[in-house]
T-cell receptor
Framework: QKEVEQNSGPLSVPEGAIASLNCTYS??????FFWYRQYSGKSPELIMS????GDKEDGRFTAQLNKASQYVSLLIRDSQPSDSATYLC??????????FGTGTRLLVSP | EPEVTQTPSHQVTQMGQEVILRCVPI?????FYWYRQILGQKVEFLVS????????KSEIFDDQFSVERPDGSNFTLKIRSTKLEDSAMYFC????????????????FGPGTRLTVL
């Protein structure tokens, strides 16, 4: 079972700051990770995927994967109030299901 | 951009009734999933489906649940006799392929069906 742990938050940051979201995982065999954003009452929306150690940047988002330490993180630069949501990380295992943690609730204040 | 669609957006039913939730995955996708999310809780996997059969199912997916892909485009989840605890958001998702490490693994979710069992 691919378990993930996330701090449920809320993580509060002011507008324009960097938000740092972290996720640790238990299965050393996990190769790929996905970050989803979920607004209240809505479905998860894929925002980043990362398949190898190191950093991957996409606009204001940077995903970081450290397989040795078994953590994956998401940085959001220049945070906006519209970024306020719950962020879910999930490991991928072939065609298997995604196993979501509880997610971290991010609040960006204007 | 192609997207996963689900109908209805909200379904209200009486306990013991059968419901069918419908999904139209992205057209060239091969793997299909149902998840559910009880209010305030995490998203939970129910079942995965590939090549017209179930690939994996969770403990939640008991004999009251079934899935099928009747016509090559729709993907349905049936709950035979609903219980109060089945009230949740139900999400359908799909991916193009299941190759580990490939970008084709990105799983796209539909908007969900809110099921309310009274």
């Amino acid at each position: 079972q691919k378990e993930v742990e996330q701090n449920s938050g809320p993580l509060s940051v002011p507008e324009g700051a960097i938000a740092s979201l972290n996720c640790t995982y238990s299965d050393r065999g996990s190769q790929s990770f996905f970050w989803y954003r979920q607004y209240s009452g809505k479905s998860p929306e894929l925002i980043m995927s990362i398949y190898s150690n190191g950093d991957k940047e996409d606009g204001r988002f940077t995903a970081q994967l450290n397989k040795a330490s078994q953590y994956v993180s998401l940085l959001i630069r220049d945070s906006q109030p519209s970024d306020s949501a719950t962020y879910l990380c999930a490991p991928w295992g072939g065609f298997q299901k995604l196993v979501f943690g509880t997610g971290t609730r991010l609040l960006v204040s204007p | 951009e192609p997207e996963v669609t689900q109908t209805p957006s909200h379904q209200v039913t009486q306990m013991g009734q059968e419901v069918i939730l419908r999904c139209v995955p992205i057209s060239n996708h091969l793997y299909f999933y149902w998840y559910r999310q009880i209010l305030g809780q995490k998203v939970e996997f129910l079942v995965s489906f590939y090549n017209n059969e179930i690939s994996e199912k969770s403990e939640i997916f008991d004999d009251q649940f079934s899935v099928e892909r009747p016509d090559g485009s729709n993907f349905t989840l049936k709950i035979r006799s609903t219980k109060l605890e089945d009230s949740a958001m139900y999400f359908c998702a799909s991916i193009r392929r299941g190759l580990a490490g490939a970008t084709d693994n990105e799983q796209f979710f539909g908007p969900g069906t809110r099921l309310t069992v009274l």
